[in-house]
């Protein structure tokens, strides 16, 4: 099966992820979108993850979800937690997970958002303190290309 590849362009200013996310979304008829971020080493072991993470989501009903992971995983051990998590409900509290950069995102969530330049965290924000941000746990290793520290210890492992 040949797949499509469209090439959207974000424009002359940068957007941010919130603001690059909901410019694909104005391209887009669908309604759903995965994201995944290009700074994390994606490999096939994170497929079952993320295939286990959409039947959440539709299964749910939900309007968002990010893959985390317990921050023990992280290659780098500088990583603090983003999260805590209960039920899948991520909170403020006992911040012991990490986002991976991995997220399914329904194209409501932007209603109220303009093309312009923001950060996704300003939507995780309104989600966390409304106790609607929802996270999936992956068991894989996370990997993420933080610095050129990790970059060099990176090549000299591997």
């Given at each position: 099966m040949k797949e499509k590849i469209e090439i959207i362009s974000d424009g002359n200013k940068i957007l941010g992820t919130g603001g690059g996310i909901l410019n694909l979304i104005n391209s887009s008829g669908e309604n759903d979108f995965l994201v995944l971020n290009p700074d994390t080493f994606w490999n096939l072991n994170y497929l079952s993850s993320i295939n286990q993470m959409t039947d959440f989501y539709f299964n749910r009903k939900i309007e968002n979800i990010l893959l985390i992971v317990d921050k023990k995983k992280s290659y780098d051990p500088?990583?603090?937690?983003?999260?805590g998590v209960n039920d899948n409900i991520l909170n403020k509290e006992k911040k012991l997970y990490i986002y991976t950069g991995c997220q399914?995102?329904?194209?409501?969530v932007f209603d109220s958002y303009k093309r312009e330049?923001?950060?996704?965290s300003d939507i995780w924000k309104k989600k966390l303190d409304q106790n609607i941000l929802y996270g999936f746990?992956?068991?894989e290793k996370f990997v993420?290309?933080?610095?050129?520290?990790i970059y060099n210890k990176l090549?000299?492992?591997?």
């Open positions: 500088r990583f603090k937690g983003d999260f399914i995102v329904n194209k409501k330049n923001f950060s996704i746990e992956s068991t993420h290309l933080t610095d050129l520290e090549l000299k492992n591997n």
